[in-house]
């Protein structure tokens, strides 16, 4: 349970107060019996009928979306923002990057996720830039290869994009060990304070801290 002030500080699991099965019932009742404003301070809009399911805990048998949070959210926002910072620099231009969108070569069995190329419009304003979550998979893990070597790199922005690309890759990877839990804890707690400092006007939103919780979710649900 956290405010819109820890959410912008706090990126380790461990510094947060997590719900539980008291505390999350305690507050439904609150909400069923004084008052339903009370949702916006809990996160909570009613009992859910899961909780009627013996032996079901709501509070920890509900995993994240990976893929909703990561490639529907976070990484197209990022990549958004690094590309607008490296047109801003003159690293390249987005006729140069659509080219290289139009060209690549993604195989049999990627070939219907083709990334779309990417609109002026789109990268003022969609932070999805116009992709399925597929497409934005292919977009991401390639973007290296269409761009990476007309970016210096000591850009900064660049590196902490690679990082997320680490981050993304352990979220989604088919097999994992505690060792890399521990691991992607400390990754996201890196990548969100060097966005804090390279990205100033922009806050971290509610999926970027979900992404604190996804250690934790690897050690309970596998990948």
Known sequence: MVDRQDIQSKFQECDLVLRNET??????????DQDHDLSVQFG???RSILCQIDNFKVTECLPFDTMHILLEG???REIRLLLQHCIQKKYFTLAVLNEGIRDIDLGYNESKNQPTEISTTSLAKDEKLGQRAAQSWCLTVNLPLLVGGLIPEEDLQYRCYLLLLAILSIS????????DA??????????HRQFRELYKDESITPKMHYM??????LLSFGP
């Open 172 to 179: 989604m990877a088919m097999t994992v060990t505690p060792d």
């Open 212 to 217: 604190v919780h996804l250690p934790s979710q």
């Open 74 to 76: 976070v990484v197209t």
């Open 23 to 32: 505390s999350h019932a305690e507050q439904c009742q609150e909400l069923e």
């Open 44 to 46: 909570v809009n009613h």
């Open 182 to 191: 521990c691991l992607l804890s400390s990754m996201i707690d890196d990548d």
